[in-house]
């Protein structure tokens, strides 16, 4: 398996443009995880899905940030406008349910700057 | 809230030495415990995964042990190389099994 796929791997913006994150997680895996890693706040859950529903969205930082999963293999996060403080590094990550396991794996991540 | 924290928060230790990295959180109603390695400018690679009924996890030269009592957990990792130079990540997941709460991390470099 390739592991979970993020693109695009570098995004430059401009402040108040759409940005638009894609991920695809592992075959077989029914939840999908978004986070964001600043300097400041490190690594930060900000929504996960369940078999492509979305079950908790308390990280999400406000309304300009939206997730969506149209199906089992694609995902996408949207912040729109974008703004300077969006900057930061998106990983998505996805695991299988096994009771107490649940082994959360990583995509190599989406290095977005807004200017 | 559950609290992650890592000590020390960086570690420089000359190739061969024996270190321990620190885990401690507050909240020891967890699901599991996982060690990621993070290397600059990529993304997290899972090391070690510790269920709540477990007390440690081994892989090669890793070794991971968990106390839920005193809520701590330890990373061993033995004769260091400095390939092993990176960030180290402790998670929890809590919140019904799905939510990963990250530590500070700490950030080792491994000399020649």
């Known amino acids: 398996d390739a592991g979970v796929i993020q693109s695009p791997r570098h995004e430059v913006t401009e402040m108040g443009q759409e940005v638009t994150l894609r991920c695809k997680p592992i075959?077989?895996?029914?939840?999908l995880f978004w986070y964001r890693q600043t300097m400041m706040r490190g690594l930060e859950l900000l929504i996960y899905f369940n078999n492509n529903v979305p079950i908790d969205d308390s990280g999400m930082p406000e309304d300009r940030f939206s997730a969506k999963m149209p199906n089992a293999s694609f995902s996408t996060l949207k912040i729109q406008p974008s703004e300077p403080r969006d900057s930061a590094v998106y990983f998505c990550?996805?695991?299988?349910?096994?009771?107490?396991?649940?082994?959360?794996?990583f995509g190599p991540g989406t290095r977005l700057t807004v200017l | 809230k559950q609290e992650v924290t890592q000590i020390p928060a960086a570690l420089s230790v000359p190739e061969g030495e024996n270190l321990v990295l620190n885990c401690s959180f507050t909240d020891s109603a967890i699901y599991n415990l996982q060690w990621f390695r993070q290397d600059p400018g990529k993304g997290l690679t899972s090391l070690l995964l510790i269920q709540s009924s477990q007390r440690e996890q081994t892989s090669g030269r890793l070794n991971a042990s968990l106390d839920k009592s005193s809520g701590r957990s330890t990373l061993y990792i033995a004769a260091s190389q400095p390939g092993d130079s990176a960030t180290y990540l402790c998670a929890l997941l809590t919140g019904g099994g799905n939510k990963l709460t990250f530590g500070t991390g700490t950030q080792l470099k491994v000399e020649l």
């Open positions: 075959s077989g895996h029914d939840y």
């Open positions: 990550a996805s695991s299988f349910f096994s009771g107490r396991a649940n082994e959360q794996f």
